[in-house]
């Protein structure tokens, strides 16, 4: 007994020096890392658990979370067997659309608010005022679907906070419908949204409405390699999941004004031709690489004034058509990496107050520069960890002690943009104004129809289910079908017409 014991302990032992010897070995042989792109993301060539974020061609060295692994194709953190370990030599992807009319640099002279609004590098305040006379904007963005998962986190976030002005704070929520699998993103992977939860909660989005939240839509199925796709492809998706949200939500096409491609990754001119197409009035699918002065929100009448994150983003004019980039937060030293999602940047072994910290900083950025809106955007993702959720609470807090700052949607943004006024004139903004009284409004859905329907994706058939305050559908409603027909003919949406 005793010898076994002393060789399953020795083994044991033995195991970790070997272990411990090879990590070493490891560490010591491998080289300096050098950045194979001014900018990125890119595998440590020695390890899985780390990856390199590169900014103008320094390398900032990254910790995977516990038991997560760089996937160098996906450039997120995911479990080992998931992960495809680096690095990976790659080529572009070959672009689908035709060769692209280069856009105009910005001419200011012939760009007048409220139809158009550029400047050369992006970070010009609109109408000419001053920093100190403008109010800071902050637009909290939910990425993804809504479901009973996530539903509690999001009322807790907004629950009893005003702003200066004595109305609710308000959000902007990009909905998917498609919600029976893992959110993968940024530098961490947490298992959320729905595995087991088969419910599809269209009746808690109805709630959001009524809260005076914004609707915004991302797409149907999610799908990652959508950039890849043509017009058509962008307009099932987009134009499908408005019209899905109208038929299943107490909502008209004039109240879903905005979209956001999956995974920030912008499908070249074809997502853009149909959002025009389609009467869309704002996309928010750009994000800009970390910049000492953050970018304003701009139309896309002219070239883009700050290079992309993606290498998909539009080169043709667009006119008209709003923008708001997503300026990736970060800090002094880049500690956590830099992201345009939240839940992108990796705050391993931080507690709430260092996080606090990190987005106050980054904030104050755009606070005492130019006050470009600062966008708060995030997954269900960011929820899952108390520290964050805490820092999140104290940072809001904290934003909440100081009089020029309001929490608005992206179109009440853009609607400030337009005829921009001073902080003392803010009254006579409309769309910012409220009756705090007729805001304490009766939820619009009490007994919401609990639908099981069939769907085949795939060639494999699942029943699925969702809630509505609407009748339930024949068929679970999907890409080319999203009015939930027993029928075989794809769904025709009608163009914009102006």
């Known amino acids: 007994m005793g010898f076994k014991l002393f060789s399953r302990t020795a083994l044991i032992t033995l195991w970790t020096l070997l272990f411990f010897s090879i990590s070493v070995r490891s560490e010591d042989d491998c080289p300096e890392f050098e950045c194979p792109a001014k900018d990125g993301s890119f595998a440590d060539p020695c390890t899985c658990r780390r990856f390199y974020q590169c900014v103008e061609f320094f390398p900032y060295k990254n910790f995977c979370p516990s038991n ?83 539903f509690d986190d999001y009322k807790k976030l907004f629950r009893e906070r005003t702003n200066p ?3 609710k704070v308000k959000g902007t929520f990009f909905i998917t419908h498609h919600y029976s699998k893992n959110s993968k993103v940024g530098g961490a992977l947490r298992e959320v949204i729905c595995i087991r939860a088969r419910v599809h909660p269209n009746a808690h989005i109805e709630v959001l409405k009524n809260d005076g939240h914004e609707i915004a839509v991302s797409s149907i199925s999610d799908d990652s390699g959508l950039y890849l796709k043509n017009a058509s492809s962008w307009i099932d998706e987009l134009v499908g999941m408005r019209t899905l949200l109208t038929q299943q939500v107490d909502l008209g096409v004039e109240d879903i004004l905005g979209a956001r491609a999956p995974g920030l990754k912008p499908g070249f001119n074809d997502q853009y031709t149909a959002m025009i197409e389609y009467g869309f009035i704002w996309d928010s699918s750009v994000s800009a690489l970390p910049l000492a002065t953050p970018v304003w929100p701009y139309t896309l009448d002219y070239k883009i004034p700050h290079k992309c994150k993606a290498e998909s983003c539009p080169s043709r004019q667009f006119p008209g058509l ?42 104050l950025r755009h606070y005492t520069t130019n006050k470009a809106p600062y966008t708060l955007a995030m997954h269900t993702n960011w929820f899952t960890y108390k520290e964050q959720v805490t820092a999140l609470e104290k940072f809001m807090n904290y934003t909440n002690t100081l009089d020029d700052v309001y929490y608005v949607t992206a179109t009440q943004a853009l609607l400030w943009m337009t005829d921009p006024v001073g902080l003392d004139e803010l009254i006579l903004v409309d769309s910012w104004s409220c009756d705090p009284e007729e805001e304490k409004v009766d939820p619009p859905c009490v007994s919401p129809n609990q639908c099981a329907l069939s769907h085949t994706e795939n060639d494999i058939s699942v029943i699925k289910y969702m809630t509505t305050c609407k009748t339930c559908p024949a068929v679970y409603p999907w890409l080319g079908n999203v009015y939930g027909k027993e029928t075989e003919e794809k769904d025709v949406y009608p163009k914009f017409e102006d």
């Open 165 to 167: 002005n004595g109305c």
């Open 322 to 363: 709003w923008e708001i980039p997503l300026n990736s937060h970060h800090v002094e030293g880049f500690v956590a990496g830099h992201c345009p999602y939240l839940d992108q940047c990796v705050f391993t072994n931080m507690d709430s107050d260092d996080i606090f910290e990190w987005l106050k900083e980054d904030f």
């Open 68 to 150: 997560l692994y760089w996937d160098d194709i996906k450039k997120l953190c995911t479990f080992k067997n998931e992960a495809v370990c680096g690095p990976v030599t790659t080529t572009p992807a070959p672009s689908t659309t035709p060769p692209p009319d280069t856009a105009n640099t910005c001419d200011i002279s012939a760009c007048q608010l409220p139809y158009c609004f550029c400047s050369s590098d992006g970070t010009q305040i609109p109408g000419g005022l001053n920093k100190e006379d403008i109010p800071q904007m902050v637009m909290l963005m939910l990425d993804g679907a809504v479901n009973t998962n996530n």
